[in-house]
């Protein structure tokens, strides 16, 4: 369970009110950061359907008596901490009610095509005008101009559009070779990511001048952002990265290795390391061979190297390599499954997994947020909300609406 005390202990943005109209996962990722430090987050939601993730199973979460409830296990992991309102924005008057609430909240975050929430009256310009100060993040695949801004933008595609299939996967002239996603949707996780950055910045310049701002995130920016070293080699360079499988473009030995018994990653940051990782393999000799004296020499003299390496390692188990490099300082370890994660000694130590209590579960699992803050703990109190569970509470507390008006409201479809 989430630990109690932190219940008890102010949060960072325990003063900011989010409302959220974007789905699925780059800018549900971003509201869930800043929910999980205390943000009061609206998470508005099509009556009826909500958010695209809530099909996305199974799995799915699963009550007591281990049957499946109508929770999957994908929306579960980016909407905790919020609260659920059902609004159909196609309708003025729901509009009018999105208007409202952005008058009483610090950021509005979408993740609509570029120029769609304008029809709506929602878009920037139209909600600056009632509210000067607003914090207002757009999430798109391809920003707000250029020519594919109306292009609909998604984590797949922009994986191999922003180049990170092209260095991701096996080299081509290898089994198995050829490009390559990433297990999860990295490119959505770290658009997410950034727009968090963005709107704490954008709040804390609003702090100190008043002014609020219009923040331009892209899928595409972000993952040409995120090639890191590789946009960098390239830029300096002229070459294009390939794909070099589970080996490192600049860095020799830093890949993985068979063992006796499975296989190991060994990522030798410094010549230091590597010599006592051949040292340890009783072949002090690879470290003594000039052609390998400096990480230069290795990257360039890879071909020769490495499967030296490789018939040094396979010839003891797993865990006997992971010991002897251990004790000396070379960073070493296992390939584990996501199962194996989560029964590791320091996930559960540092305890990742987390229970909540929830509505239509009981409980359900998640992974906390790894923010750890000594005044102001992250932790979200609420579970990933029902449809539509915070619809009533949200129009009586914030906008006044009367049980009388919101069943009128109900009636007609708005909610």
Same mark, same amino acid.
């Given at each position: 369970m989430a630990d109690s005390t932190e219940k008890t202990m102010p949060k960072a943005l325990g003063h900011i009110r989010v409302l959220d109209l974007s789905r699925v996962l780059a800018g549900p990722w971003c509201s869930q950061n800043l929910a999980d430090l205390g943000a009061d987050v609206? %998470?508005?939601?099509?009556?009826?359907?909500?958010? #695209? @993730?809530? /099909?996305?199973?199974?799995?799915?979460?699963? #009550? +007591?008596?281990?049957?499946?409830t109508s929770e999957a296990a994908y929306y579960l992991a980016a909407n905790r901490g919020k609260r659920s309102v059902t609004i159909d924005i196609a309708s003025p008057e729901g509009q009018e009610l999105v208007r409202e609430l952005a008058r009483h909240s610090d950021v509005v975050l979408e993740n609509f095509k570029v120029g769609h929430l304008k029809r709506y009256g929602l878009d920037y310009d139209s909600l600056r005008a009632i509210k000067p100060d607003l914090v207002y993040c757009s999430v798109t695949g391809f920003g707000q101009d250029g020519p594919y801004a109306h292009r609909p933008g998604y984590d797949f595609l922009i994986q191999g559009m922003g180049g990170l299939m092209s260095?991701?996967?096996?080299?081509d002239d290898l089994p198995g070779g050829g490009p390559q996603k990433a297990g999860v949707a990295i490119t959505d996780l770290m658009t997410g990511m950034y727009a968090t950055i963005a709107v704490? /910045? +954008?709040l804390t310049h609003?702090?100190? @001048?008043?002014?609020?701002?219009?923040?331009?995130? /892209?899928?595409?920016d972000v993952q040409v952002a995120m090639l890191a070293n590789m946009g960098s080699n390239y830029l300096?360079?002229? %070459? +294009?990265? %390939?794909?070099?499988?589970n080996a490192h473009q600049?860095?020799?030995?830093?890949?993985t290795f068979a063992c006796a018994d499975g296989h190991i990653i060994v990522a030798t940051g410094n010549d230091g390391q590597y010599q006592k990782f051949v040292d340890v393999g009783g072949r002090p000799d690879l470290g003594a061979d000039p052609r390998f004296a400096t990480n230069p020499l290795r990257v360039e003299h890879r071909a020769v190297l490495v499967p030296l390496l490789a018939a040094m390692v396979k010839t003891r188990t797993r865990a006997r390599w992971i010991d002897e490099l251990e004790a000396v300082g070379v960073?070493?370890?296992?390939?584990? #499954?996501?199962? #194996?994660?989560?029964?590791?000694?320091?996930? %559960? /130590?540092?305890?990742l997994a987390i229970e909540m209590a929830h509505p239509g579960a009981g409980k359900v699992k998640l992974v906390r947020s790894p923010m750890r803050m000594s005044a102001t703990p992250t932790g979200a109190e609420r579970a990933p909300p029902l449809l539509g569970q915070h619809t009533d509470e949200v129009l009586r507390e914030l906008l006044g609406q009367s049980a009388q008006r919101i069943a009128a409201l109900r009636a007609k479809g708005i909610l």
């Open positions: 609206i %998470k508005i939601e099509r009556p009826g359907a909500g958010d #695209d @993730t809530r /099909a996305w199973g199974p799995p799915y979460a699963r #009550d +007591a008596e281990g049957r499946d260095i991701t996967g096996e080299r704490m /910045a +954008a609003r702090d100190r @001048t008043g002014e609020g701002q219009h923040i331009d995130m /892209a899928l595409l300096n360079s002229g %070459k +294009a990265p %390939k794909r070099m499988g600049n860095i020799v030995p830093y890949q960073p070493c370890g296992p390939i584990n #499954d996501i199962a #194996d994660v989560f029964d590791n000694p320091q996930v %559960k /130590a540092r305890g």
